[in-house]
């Protein structure tokens, strides 16, 4: 989903020489009903991950040092049930991967991260963008 309503936006990350990018774009424009692709470096945009850990819930009141875990990390537990509780956490590959290996010796039972999601630090003009298509 995107800012505008019925227009969504799928980020694809790519490790490639900007030749390969730019063929990869243009296949895309090509293969599937797309309005426009574009692509942007890492230093053009502001990228995050979510992540979601299903641990134990036993650990979480059984073994205290759990608790320093999710709060040195900035995560946030967003359930807790007798048999599990959930904790969210938001940031970098590197961090969510850190965490996620500090939980596992707590009975880690799921892991789902979101891949990356991103902006572009400048303005994308989506909107112009769409009324040329229109026209």
């Avoid at 073994?63 to 875990?69: K, L, P, S, W």
């Avoid at 509780?85 to 996620?100: A, D, H, S």
């Amino acid at each position: 989903m995107s800012e505008i309503e019925d227009i969504f936006r799928f980020v694809i990350v790519a490790k490639l020489t900007e030749e390969q990018v730019m063929k990869i774009v243009k296949q895309i424009e090509k293969q599937i009903e797309v309005i426009k692709a574009f692509y942007h470096t890492d230093e053009e945009t502001i990228f995050q991950e979510s992540a979601l850990y299903k641990v134990k819930s036993n650990s979480l009141f059984e073994q205290r040092q759990i608790q320093n875990v999710i709060k040195k990390s900035h995560a946030n537990i967003v359930t807790v049930n007798p048999e599990f509780f959930v904790i969210e956490k938001t940031g970098f590959r590197e961090e969510t991967e850190q965490l996620y290996n500090e939980l596992a010796p707590y009975g880690l039972l799921q892991f789902v991260r979101s891949g990356r999601i991103s902006v572009t630090k400048s303005p994308m003009q989506i909107t112009h963008i769409l009324k040329e298509f229109s026209k």
